[in-house]
């Protein structure tokens, strides 16, 4: 048996995290379920989790983090299979408010739907699922409260947006003036110390070769230290890309308004754009040029399309 035996990952796109099942063992109540996507893939993300479960009950959901990415189908498969959520601690009391902007997905400009939380799970606990012991690590760094999940036993990483296998996610702390690239280079020197077999990153498909992705992690973290305006610049992309995602096609003017409107993005133009454009939306309609050019958006006539 592998290590992955007894475990569904649900590969998603860029839009949605990976959703990680975890069966359940004959003496446990039900599966547990790994972080829920993003809400515009709310629907195929139950249809998908209920294929998986096979008739299992769904015993519980844990986020990873609460980027919209990853908590977006939370209200769905509550509704459907009437599971308790649990989430870091540093996020529980914002669920319970359901402060957008200190859960991120206001000052990032992206959707989000409510949801409430039943327990927190934090670093130092652990969960027992699948008949195996999965313990939470802090992984700050992309988020303050982020966690992965290591089965020791098994030397299996669920490892959200710390490593994938071509880098780590965005380092939000860094465009807001706080620390954030120690953290990345402490929890990859974390991992690196773990007996880890394979990682299930929260983008991409699960991987072995460890060692070679923290090497690219390092290289990229290096980089972004020493250029933190190529981080910001990075980062812009990426917020700019996931937002068509979640719009499938903008019109161009759209697109500028919402830039101009983002508290994120503004942000990032006083930090770091402030001497190359004169405004938010000037800065991000030339990273939208960048993109066109590139492939990674596309446009017809007035629209812009995420390709």
């Known amino acids: 048996m592998g290590p992955l035996s007894g475990l569904t990952v649900l590969e998603r796109g860029w839009l949605s995290s990976n959703n990680i099942v975890i069966h359940a063992a004959p003496d446990e109540p039900g599966a547990v379920l790994v972080d829920t996507g993003h809400v515009v893939h709310a629907e195929q993300t139950v249809a998908l989790v209920r294929h998986a479960l096979r008739g299992q009950p769904l015993a519980r959901i844990v986020n990873t983090h609460l980027h919209s990415d990853h908590c977006g189908g939370n209200a769905a498969l509550q509704r459907a299979f009437a599971a308790p959520i649990v989430v870091p601690p540093g996020n529980a009391d914002a669920v319970a408010r359901w402060d957008t902007m200190r859960l991120t997905h206001a000052t990032t400009g992206q959707r989000s739907e409510r949801f409430t939380h039943a327990g927190t799970l934090a670093p130092g606990?652990?969960?027992?699922?699948?008949?195996?012991?999965?313990?939470?690590?802090?992984?700050?760094?992309?988020?303050?409260?982020?966690?992965?999940?290591?089965?020791?036993?098994?030397?299996?990483?669920?490892?959200?947006?710390?490593?994938?296998?071509?880098?780590?996610?965005?380092?939000?702390?860094?465009?807001?003036?706080?620390?954030?690239?120690?953290?990345?280079?402490?929890?990859?020197?974390?991992?690196?110390?773990?007996?880890?077999?394979?990682?299930?990153?929260?983008?991409?498909?699960?991987?072995?070769?460890?060692?070679?992705?923290?090497?690219?992690?390092?290289?990229?973290?290096?980089?972004?230290?020493?250029?933190?305006?190529?981080?910001?610049?990075?980062?812009?992309?990426?917020?700019?890309?996931?937002?068509?995602?979640?719009?499938?096609?903008?019109?161009?003017?759209?697109?500028?308004?919402?830039?101009?409107?983002?508290?994120?993005?503004?942000?990032?133009?006083?930090?770091?754009?402030?001497?190359?454009?004169?405004?938010?939306?000037?800065?991000c309609a030339r990273f939208v040029d960048e993109l066109v050019a590139a492939g990674v958006l596309a446009r017809d006539g007035a629209l812009v399309l995420d390709r």
Request: charged residues 20%; without cysteine.
């Open 125 to 283: 606990e652990h969960i027992v699922a699948g008949g195996r012991r999965w313990d939470a690590l802090a992984a700050p760094g992309h988020d303050p409260f982020s966690l992965m999940l290591f089965d020791a036993a098994h030397g299996v990483l669920i490892a959200a947006d710390a490593l994938w296998e071509d880098g780590f996610g965005v380092v939000f702390p860094e465009i807001d003036g706080e620390l954030g690239f120690d953290d990345v280079g402490a929890v990859l020197d974390l991992i690196e110390r773990l007996p880890v077999r394979i990682v299930i990153p929260g983008h991409g498909a699960p991987f072995a070769d460890v060692a070679a992705a923290l090497a690219r992690a390092r290289s990229r973290l290096a980089s972004f230290r020493s250029q933190p305006e190529r981080h910001a610049r990075h980062a812009v992309k990426v917020m700019i890309k996931y937002h068509v995602m979640e719009e499938r096609s903008t019109t161009h003017d759209a697109l500028l308004q919402w830039a101009a409107a983002t508290p994120f993005l503004q942000v990032a133009w006083q930090r770091f754009g402030a001497p190359h454009a004169g405004s938010p939306a000037a800065w």
